[in-house]
Nanobody, 120 residues
Framework: QVQLVESGGGLVQAGGSLRLSCAAS????????MGWFRQAPGKEREFVVA????????NYADSVKGRFTISRDNAKNTVYLQMNSLEVEDTAVYYC?????????????WGQGTQVTVSS
């Protein structure tokens, strides 16, 4: 089991930045892939970015490439999402997720989510 707790969400103006954190506990953190997903009002949850166990491989959704950066600190059992140049369209609940397999579709563990609101 892996327990995930997100933090760092909030209200920001378009063009601004936020940094989300996700603290993990339970299973050895370095044994799981980590990712971020988001769900906007009235829309399905969508993949944002994933990072491999050691942090050497990342995969970004096209909509956030060049603006968002994922990183992880295995010593602190934490994964981060640095979000720059935020757009109104980035408004959503952001979820941290973890999985034993690389495919984000197979992630087993989920946080409760943190709200990100970008105002124009």
């Amino acid at each position: 089991q892996v327990q995930l707790v997100e933090s760092g969400g909030g209200l920001v103006q378009a063009g601004g930045s936020l940094r989300l954190s996700c603290a993990a506990s339970g299973r050895t953190f370095s044994s799981v892939w980590m990712g971020w997903f988001r769900q906007a009002p009235g829309k399905e949850r969508e993949f944002v970015v994933a990072i491999s166990r050691g942090g050497g491989t990342t995969n970004y959704a096209d909509s956030v490439k060049g603006r968002f950066t994922i990183s992880r600190d295995n010593a602190k059992n934490t994964v981060y999402l640095q979000m720059n140049s935020l757009e109104v369209e980035d408004t959503a609940v952001y979820y941290c997720a973890a999985g034993l397999r690389p495919s984000p579709n197979e992630y087993e563990y989920w946080g409760q989510g943190t709200q990100v609101t970008v105002s124009s």
